[in-house]
């Protein structure tokens, strides 16, 4: 199983972007999704996550109310929604997948099997 981030780039505060996922197996709906990012020189850092079989999302304080994540099981596809992007949110933001991810580890990253190759996001202030 392969992931593909793609989506990052530069923009002013406020503004948005949509990260997209894209998987190369037909693993979607068993698995559990997560988003993460990482600045240099700092720990990675929980975004968003979704459990196995879909159900609720769930977000990082920093950013709920203003990352959206969905997927789209017909495309092979989850997506992160930005919006109202601060300078904070600076870093690079990595998909990862797994298949025994249980509700009390959907933060962790070390529970994730499979990860993408991280796409930059830059926000300028």
């Known amino acids: 199983v392969q992931l593909q981030a793609s989506g990052g780039g530069l923009v002013q505060a406020g503004g948005s972007l949509r990260l997209s996922c894209a998987s190369s197996g037909r693993i979607f709906s068993t698995y559990a999704w997560a988003w993460f990012r990482q600045v240099p020189g700092k720990e990675r850092e929980f975004v968003a996550a979704t459990g196995r079989n879909g159900g609720r999302t769930y977000y990082a304080d920093s950013v709920k109310g203003r990352f959206f994540a969905s997927r789209d099981s017909a495309k092979n596809t989850v997506y992160l929604q930005m919006d109202s992007l601060k300078p904070e949110d600076t870093a690079v933001y990595y998909c990862?997948?797994?298949?025994?991810?249980?509700?009390?580890?959907?933060?962790?990253?070390?529970?994730?099997?499979?990860w993408g190759q991280g796409t930059q996001v830059t926000v300028s202030s």
């Open positions: 990862a997948a797994g298949s025994s991810v249980i509700l009390s580890s959907l933060r962790s990253g070390s529970a994730y099997s499979y």
